[in-house]
């Protein structure tokens, strides 16, 4: 290669590595100024962060969930990685002429190791990509024949561009194994390489060295010409996650999946919520331009199963365009509408925030808190939510409940019970948060008897709140009313605050979770215990004895609490203390722990009806019918209504039963 083309390679690599560059730092430039929302410290635990990173990119666990596509994602990963080498030694020889990593490397054991490593990685890329479009061709899963016709030429173009990449680079490599020394490439260590070009040399009757030498040139050019193609477009298209899940995975949140951030009030404001791109943080709309559409967040979303029109992978894909349309927008030109124009009104609504869209993507995109956040808007600024959510909130701001029942009454299902509360005794060990469905709910009373009968039979010295207890915040704050779960987080704090409360115990996920996860951020930090937790301590530790012969249950299945499991981790301690408290068999359901299937009630839709699509409950119902249990155990109010419910609807009422864990355990000792 002359001077000329060596100077013309050099001036052609900057210009294309130099626009690849330019046009990241732009879309980087423009997240940082159209994401004008507050963000939080997104800094803080650098080395925490940097380790998530490298796990979460390297190691990939989250793509394994479904093994097939996983393996093969992994193969194209990592090949990629090594076949870079590669890139880097070809660039350098485009400029230099005569450039070789045995000039640094030598012709020993190391320079070996490297050949064979170029030869498995890109055979490997090569039969990865291969299956990759054969699949997406013959047998497409549904997430991915879901896709919009853009998005699947996107993803044909990517992977017919490393497909001939890799190709490319093995027939180049191949076609050396058989030039004479000293420019031979020895067979035995390129023998992939060798019989790829050997194929070639058939078909084409290639013999000569020289013929050899023009077609290891030939596809040499045309590697570089694919390579410096790949790059180009690769700012341009959803593949562009090679990039950005990255800092994504950097910047994501250290905290439970569970817990939404506060608002900051301000009274010049003239809106509350995300109504417009620009109010979006640059974390959010980095999550937009990270997704690559995979659609395992869609597979797994409770509304998409079931027909409503939320899809998780559209809602990111939102993101992105409201991004765009902002960033592009012209001075004195109608932009269009986040909620409206964009994102519908029906997808916002659908959400349970069950969180199995950010249990299932791999680049770690937070989905729900743009969700509330554009619910915040509709409920605070527009005044836009459905009438009968509109009751609940009134019923919470009127009478500290859902059920709009007198909150004088929030002590009455203890009549009798001889249970304290912390104004006659606050010199005990845990205050019992009985919760709203603990103390209104018909069914729901039970299994707080049911708990103070446990907690009195191991000793536990606690007191309620009674009529100083009010709703926690979780329900206003899921359903978009920022403003009023603030009073009501701030009320509850300043009760804690002068009981000096130490330990928390509640039946309810969300009550657990809205006390542990996000009361913190309102200055209160104190322990909080699910109770299935402290059954399985007290049985562990001896100070509570089940006697498994009192009970006549056959199987049992358990339902995992989205807010105790997805979001908290907790699956383990109700199954060890059904174990340990029945005979009965424990069948699992297929979805189950991480992998679990919402009940429906999450994110304040246990408040509104369900009139689009299937019933989430119903599927769920139907899943847990089809393990032959006679008992369904849940750990959570809104569970056990939705399942109840749902056993209702499949005529199974008078087979199979819904109970509490709690009450279980209160029938064994």
Request: charged content about 20%.
């Amino acid at each position: 290669m002359n001077v000329f083309f060596s100077g013309l390679f050099f001036l052609s690599t900057v210009l294309v590595f130099g626009n690849f560059f330019r046009n990241l730092w732009q879309t980087w430039s423009r997240l940082k100024a159209v994401g004008a929302g507050t963000e939080e410290n997104r800094l803080a635990e650098p080395s925490r962060r940097l380790t998530q990173m490298l796990l979460g990119g390297f190691l990939q666990k989250r793509m394994f969930k479904d093994p097939i596509p996983g393996i093969m994602h992994f193969l194209i990963f990592w090949g990629f990685v090594l076949v870079s080498l590669g890139t880097v030694e070809t660039i350098i020889h485009g400029v230099t002429g005569s450039f070789s990593l045995s000039l640094l490397l030598g012709d020993g054991l190391t320079f070996k190791l490297f050949l064979w490593s170029q030869d498995f990685a890109n055979f490997s890329v090569l039969c990865a990509v291969g299956f990759a479009i054969t699949r997406r061709k013959m047998f497409p899963p549904k997430r991915l024949s879901s896709l919009s016709p853009a998005a699947k030429k996107d993803a044909y173009i990517i992977l017919f561009l490393i497909f001939s990449l890799v190709l490319t680079a093995l027939l180049s490599m191949g076609a050396k194994t058989f030039l004479p020394r000293p420019a031979q490439l020895d067979p035995t260590q390129l023998p992939l390489s060798h019989l790829l070009a050997s194929i070639i040399g058939k078909i084409g009757a290639i013999k000569t060295p020289t013929a050899w030498s023009m077609v290891s040139e030939v596809f040499w050019w045309l590697h570089i010409i694919i390579l410096f193609s790949f790059v180009s477009f690769l700012p341009f298209s959803k593949h562009q996650h090679l990039i950005w899940v990255w800092p994504n995975m950097f910047f994501k949140s250290l905290k439970s999946t569970g817990r939404l951030r506060p608002m900051i009030f301000d009274e010049e404001a003239e809106s509350f919520g995300v109504g417009k791109a620009e109010e979006f943080t640059w974390k959010q709309l980095l999550d937009g331009m990270t997704c690559v559409e995979c659609g395992r967040c869609t597979s797994v979303c409770p509304a998409a199963t079931t027909e409503k029109p939320l899809d998780p992978r559209l809602m990111i894909h939102h993101l992105k365009d409201a991004f765009h349309d902002a960033a592009v927008k012209k001075k004195n030109e109608s932009q269009k509408t986040l909620i409206g124009d964009i994102v519908g009104r029906d997808e916002l609504w659908s959400c349970t925030t069950c969180g199995a869209c950010m249990e299932a993507c791999p680049l770690h995109i937070e989905h729900i808190p743009a969700i509330v956040d554009m619910r915040r808007y509709m409920t605070m600024t527009e005044g836009e939510m459905p009438t009968e959510l509109q009751s609940t909130l009134e019923n919470l701001e009127t009478n500290s409940n859902p059920w709009g029942i007198n909150n004088d009454q929030r002590a009455d299902w203890a009549k009798g019970l001889e249970v304290s509360t912390m104004a006659e005794n606050s010199e005990v060990e845990y205050l019992f948060w009985v919760g709203c469905a603990g103390s209104f709910d018909e069914r729901y009373k039970k299994v707080s008897k049911s708990l103070v009968k446990i907690l009195k039979k191991a000793d536990i010295s606690f007191s309620i709140l009674g009529k100083e207890e009010i709703c926690n915040g979780d329900t206003a704050r899921r359903a978009g009313n920022e403003y009023l779960a603030d009073m009501q987080i701030k009320e509850n704090i300043e009760t804690f605050k002068r009981y000096k409360i130490k330990k928390v115990v509640t039946a309810c996920p969300h009550c657990f979770n809205t006390i542990k996860n996000e009361y913190p951020d309102f200055g209160y930090q104190t322990e909080v215990i699910h109770h299935s937790e402290l059954i399985q301590d007290l049985i562990k530790r001896q100070a509570l004895a089940p006697n498994k012969q009192t009970q006549e249950l056959e199987a049992i299945t358990y339902h995992d609490s989205c807010y105790l499991g997805r979001h908290n981790k907790i699956y383990d301690s109700p199954r060890d203390l059904l174990k340990a408290s029945t005979k009965a068999d424990l069948v699992e359901m297929p979805r189950k722990k991480e992998n679990g299937f919402c009940c429906g009630a999450g994110g304040a839709r246990m408040w509104m009806e369900e009139t689009l699509g299937s019933r989430i409950n119903v599927n769920r119902a139907k899943e847990a019918i089809s393990t032959q249990a006679k008992t369904v155990a849940t750990a959570c109010p809104f569970c056990m209504t939705m399942m109840t419910d749902g056993v209702k609807a499949c005529g199974k009422e008078g087979n199979v039963e819904v109970k509490d864990v709690a009450e279980i355990v209160a029938d064994s000792v």
